[in-house]
């Protein structure tokens, strides 16, 4: 669980740090063991996990039809708990597949974040900027 640790943001800053940590740690294990169980060369075992991706997504997209009860057929069959349950596993899977391509997955993941988040938000010390997060 993350928590601010207090007043000054330092505290939380390296409680995040330990619990990404964590959590990189716990992905690779799952690659490791789906990769101990698997019969398929590495190379397709990368493939497989993008690949799985869609099939998560669209067990998302089931849970949000189902929440909706759009499905005449089942009705309200799944609950937003059940949604965010997917989304997990969605985000799990993709950070497993992250894992199998590149050998820093966590380096590249906050590069990509940071980049994102550079060109659609604003500066956090509240200097004006254009939408790309240059300075304007």
Do not use: Y
Not at 13 to 39: F, K, N, P
């Amino acid at each position: 669980m993350r928590g601010n640790g207090g007043g000054n943001g330092r505290m939380g800053e390296r409680v995040d740090e330990q619990v990404g940590e964590q959590q990189w740690g716990t992905v690779r294990r799952l690659a490791d063991w789906l990769a101990e169980g698997s019969t398929q060369p590495p190379e397709m075992q990368r493939v497989l996990q993008c690949l799985k991706l869609s099939e998560e997504a669209g067990e998302v997209a089931e849970a949000v039809i189902g929440a909706l009860g759009q499905n005449p057929r089942k009705g309200f069959s799944h609950t937003w708990d059940d949604v965010a349950d997917e989304l997990c596993d969605v985000v799990i899977t993709a950070m497993v597949a992250l894992v199998r391509v590149h050998p820093d997955p966590a380096a590249a993941f906050d590069a990509h974040l940071a980049k994102v988040a550079a060109r659609v938000l604003p500066p956090l010390d509240g200097t004006a900027g254009d939408r790309d997060g240059r300075p304007a």
